[in-house]
């Protein structure tokens, strides 16, 4: 049973901070890793996806992964109001192409003004 | 470019009943997936369809069927209704050919509610 672990939350964090969220996954064979944010009542939009070990960029957002540790995580610069939404980890498996992705329950993040 | 749509965007049913739910995929994408988010949850996948047959295939009972047709577009049906098939019924369609192949675009959903 592949499974995709995160801290529910909710974290709570000020304006102009760092948001600091992590992710563990259990398939060892994962080869793709996204972090997802979902707003209340509306659908997953894509922030950004993470193949290799290390550090990703994307504007105010980091993702970084460690395969070794089973460890994903995603950084927020400067986070705003806005940013405040429920992020989901999500990790493709080593079941194949046609294996869908296995998500996390979500962290609720709150960005304090 | 397109994005994924969906309809109905909420519904009711009761206990017993069969529902169908219709996606549109992103043009250029010829991958369907759908997903079942329950309350508080993280979505979970229920199957995938590439080239109108099913794929891939997640955790969920027979009762649970889909379609692809020629233009990419899908539909899920679901059976004999529970109390707990109640979530948003997520699409999400992708482009197998394209770098970065597992991204996938999400619909806005359809809420599913059974009495």
């Known amino acids: 049973q592949k499974e995709v672990e995160q801290n529910s939350g909710p974290l709570s964090v000020p304006e102009g901070a760092i948001a600091s969220l992590n992710c563990t996954y259990s398939d060892r064979g994962s080869q793709s890793f996204f972090w997802y944010r979902q707003y209340s009542g509306k659908s997953p939009e894509l922030i950004m996806f993470?193949?290799?070990?290390g550090d990703k960029e994307d504007g105010r957002f980091t993702a970084q992964l460690n395969k070794a540790s089973q460890y994903v995580s995603l950084l927020i610069r400067d986070s705003q109001p806005s940013d405040s939404a429920t992020y989901l980890c999500a990790v493709k498996g080593s079941g194949g192409g046609a294996d869908g992705l296995t998500f996390g329950k979500g962290t609720h993040l709150i960005i304090q003004p | 470019e397109t994005g994924v749509t969906q309809s109905p965007t909420h519904l009711i049913k009761t206990r017993g009943q069969q529902v169908t739910l219709r996606c549109s995929s992103q043009s250029g994408h010829n991958t369907v997936s759908w997903y079942q988010q329950a309350l508080g949850q993280g979505p979970q996948f229920i199957f995938q369809?590439?080239?109108?047959?099913?794929?891939g295939r997640g955790n969920f009972p027979p009762r649970f069927s889909g379609l692809q047709f020629p233009n990419y577009s899908s539909e899920l049906n679901v059976n004999a209704l529970e109390l707990d098939d109640s979530a948003l019924y997520l699409c999400?369609?992708?482009?197998?050919?394209?770098?970065?192949?597992?991204?996938?675009?999400f619909g806005a959903g359809s809420r599913l509610t059974v009495l």
């Open positions: 999400a369609s992708s482009n197998d050919r394209a770098r970065g192949a597992n991204v996938l675009t």
């Open positions: 369809y590439y080239r109108e047959e099913e794929n």
């Open positions: 993470i193949y290799s070990n």
